[in-house]
């Protein structure tokens, strides 16, 4: 009979418990990041490399009380980074096509798309976390990493500025 | 319902909305993180110390490729006509949408039978055949050599390491040469029974 291999076991146990993080978190850390970044594409490779550093962090971080919202920092670090390299190359401005017709809900979807798109990729994240992701506040402030009281601010001036842009500052409390 | 309930709906109900990687992409993803993670570092910074550098990466690398040598090693050839685990027995459904071929698209059922009997069921469209598939189970690897004689033909059999939770079994590839198995097996199935 054999000597157990503890090491193997631990290494066997830690890619299964990260494989089954991964499955669950990664579509949502996706999705999160397209609306900071606005581009599918380089959300999934920005999620990608956050997912690279988790796992090869994962012996520590998965002791952590919120790997959750680890990760998430780390992309959303790497995508505001993104974010600053694009704006910095130049653009080409391409004629716009002609707007295709839509129903109601697409044209709804596509107005607060486009008004979520306007807001700084900052205040983009807050709404992502919170809206989308349905996180109190004080988890948007960790992952961000502002303290709580500061989050409740920017997040209410990203709310306002939202209602602004969709011309609805009634659903947004003073 | 109130302004702010009816804001946040709103905002929710199009961020929502939103594509999320499916089910292949995912696995597609982990795959490639896995890979990416365990390939080589950036360089690090040059310190006075160079000299120790040479040894340090040598250490490294005999390291890593240990370790790599344990994750993917193959385990011995099993047993044949042996029983499933109890917690791998019984039918295993997946919904398999992004696959490329649009024939395979569709739900998926597996089982894992007796003496080694694996059965694959696809959706109408798959005509690849999964008849006289087989599998064999060494502690939590898996192969499967399903599609031999179609897809995968000519090809060795697939390696996998799976793992239950609840009414979930999660495959994951270890090694397959197969693009269109390791696409299908590989990620998150539903126990149907």
Sequence with gaps: MGVPDMGQDRRTADLEAFSWF??????????????????????EDLAQEAFVRLHRSWAKVSQFDSPEAWVRRVALNRAFSWRRREARRPHIELAAAPAPEVDAATGEREDVLRAVRALPPRDRALVGLYHLEDRPLAEVAE????????????LHRARRRLAELLNDTEGVTP | MTDDTR???RVRGALT???VPGDLETRDA???VLDRSRGPRRSPRRSPRTWAMPALAAAAVVALVA????VVDRPESPQAGQAPPPSLSGQWELDAAGLTDPGWRGRWLLSFDEDGVLTLTGPAGAMDSTEGASYAVTGDHVRVDVFVNSACAEQTAGEYRW???GDHLLLVVLDDVCPARAGLLAGDWTRVS
């Design chain 1, 143 to 154: 992952v961000l990493g502002l303290r709580p009281g500061a989050a409740k601010v920017a």
């Design chain 2, 30 to 32: 982990l795959v490639a």
């Design chain 2, 17 to 19: 909305e939103l594509p």
């Design chain 1, 22 to 43: 991964f499955t669950s978190e990664y579509p949502q850390v996706v999705r999160l990041l397209t609306v900071v970044v606005n581009d599918h594409a380089a959300a």
């Design chain 2, 7 to 9: 804001f946040d709906a």
């Design chain 2, 163 to 165: 793992r239950t939770r």
């Design chain 2, 67 to 70: 370790l790599l040598a344990v």
